[in-house]
C-alpha cells in the first residue's frame, strides 16, 4: 500500500506530489489526460514564465518534473475509488492502494446541455448506478456515455434490469456491445412530468423509467458522490486542511472550486500535501 | 432518534403530525445515505419538540417509495400540513439541509 495516490496531472496534483515526496512519503500521481488546461494556449500570467507558453506545454514540463523527482506517473482511467481501511482506487488497468487519496481531477462536469436535464436531476436522473441502480429493478434503464466509466456503470445497472437502453449522444461507443439496444443519435431534449419519462433524440423518442450519467471520464464529482463526501454547487467541500468529510480523502484545484487559477491550484497542492504529511504522520503515531 | 416510517404509521406519524416532519428516504447499500444518517440524528435531537424527524427505508417500503416518486437517494422531504412543502435530493450538510427547508 502506497502513502499517497494523487489523482490528477495538473498543477494541483503535481504540485501536492511534489511535497509529499519531499516529505519522503511514497506518492503516485494517477492521470488519464490534460484536462481544461490543454484548452489554454497562451499562458504569460505564472510565475517565472518569461515567454507565453500553451497550457499542454506548461502540463508537459509538470510531468517532466514530478518524473525527474522520481516520483511515479500511472497514465490510467481511474473508475472508483472505495474507501476501506485506506483507499482503493480501480483503474480501467489495475487496482492501487493508499493511506490516503487527493483529487485533483480539475473542473467537474457539467452534465447534458439538453432541455430538461437540471429539471430532472433527482426526478429520473441520476449520476450514481450503485446508489440508485436499485430503485430500477426490472424497470428500463438508459445510460449516457461512452468511455470505460461509461461501462464500469452498466455493469452496475445489469444487476438490477436486462432493459437497458445506452445513449451515445452522437459519440462513437467506445467497445462493441451486443446485449443492449443501442441509440447514437445526439440527445435533444428530455421529457416527462413529475419524473423523466422519454429521451428525445433526432429520430424520436426513447421512452425510459431513468436516465444514469456517465459520460466522459469520472469526476471528483462522482467520486464524491459514490463515497458520500460533501459538494455544494459541483464542487468538493474541503475544510482547511483540504480534506472532505471522509477522513484520509482529500481535494485541491478546479474540483473544490474557487479562482481558477494555475497559481490557485498549486497553491492548494502545497498545502494540500502539508496537511496530508500531518494527518499520515499523525495516523501512525496513534497505531504505535 | 428519528421515527422509522413504515405504510401502517406514514398517516398518523406524517400526515396528522401537529408539526412539520422531515422523512429522509434511504437504503443500508447506498453510501450517501449512510454519511447522511448521522446528520438527520443530529437534526431529530437539535430541533426536538418543535420538528419531527423520520426515516423510509425504501427498500422495505417500497410503495412509500413509489407513492413520493423517490427516484434518487437519499431524498429528503419536509412534510406540513400532510402536503410536501419541500423536497431535497442528496447528501448535504446539515446547515446547508436545514437552509433549503427554511429551518
Sequence with gaps: ?288 | MPIKITKENFKSEVLESNVPVIVDFWAAWCRPCLMLTPIIEEIAKDLEGSVKVGKVNVDEEGQLANQFRISSIPTILLFKNGQVAKQVVGLMRKEDLLKSFGL
Excluded at chain 1, 485533483?104 to 450503485?130: P, R, W
Excluded at chain 1, 479562482?259 to 498545502?271: E, F, M, P, S, Y
Design chain 1, 1 to 288: 500500500m502506497r502513502d499517497v495516490i494523487v489523482i490528477g496531472g495538473g498543477p494541483a496534483g503535481v504540485s501536492a506530489a511534489i511535497y509529499l515526496k519531499r516529505f519522503k512519503l511514497d506518492v503516485a500521481i494517477v492521470m488519464k489526460d490534460q484536462g481544461t488546461l490543454a484548452n489554454t494556449d497562451h499562458i504569460e500570467n505564472y510565475y517565472g514564465i518569461v515567454e507565453p507558453i500553451t497550457g499542454s506545454d506548461l502540463f508537459a514540463l509538470g510531468i517532466a518534473q514530478a518524473k525527474r523527482l522520481e516520483i511515479p506517473v500511472l497514465v490510467e482511467e481511474v473508475l472508483n475509488i472505495d474507501a476501506f481501511d485506506g483507499f482503493k482506487v480501480k483503474t480501467n488497468q489495475s487496482e492501487h492502494e493508499a493511506k490516503a487519496v487527493l483529487l485533483a481531477t480539475g473542473m467537474n462536469k457539467a452534465g447534458l446541455k439538453v432541455k430538461g436535464f437540471q429539471e430532472y436531476i433527482g426526478k429520473g436522473i441520476s449520476y450514481c448506478a450503485v446508489c440508485d441502480g436499485f430503485l430500477y429493478r426490472n424497470k428500463r434503464i438508459g445510460i449516457v456515455g461512452t468511455g470505460d466509466f461509461m461501462f464500469e456503470e452498466l455493469e452496475v445497472l445489469e444487476n438490477f434490469t436486462k432493459d437497458i437502453v445506452i445513449f451515445t449522444n452522437g459519440e462513437p461507443l467506445g467497445k462493441e456491445v451486443t446485449k443492449h439496444k443501442t441509440i447514437t443519435e445526439k440527445i435533444k431534449a428530455l421529457k416527462g412530468d413529475d419524473v423523466l419519462k422519454v429521451v428525445e433524440t433526432i429520430d424520436g423518442d426513447h421512452e425510459v423509467d431513468v436516465l444514469f450519467v456517465a459520460m466522459g471520464t469520472a469526476s471528483a464529482a462522482d467520486f464524491a458522490l459514490r463515497m458520500g463526501a460533501f459538494t455544494e454547487n459541483n464542487s468538493i467541500v474541503v475544510d482547511e486542511n483540504f480534506m472532505t468529510n471522509i477522513p484520509g480523502l482529500f481535494a485541491g484545484g478546479d474540483c473544490i472550486g474557487g479562482l481558477r487559477q494555475i497559481a490557485k491550484a498549486v497553491d492548494d497542492g502545497a498545502k494540500a500535501a502539508i496537511a496530508i504529511n500531518k494527518h499520515l504522520k499523525g495516523k501512525t503515531q496513534i497505531k504505535a
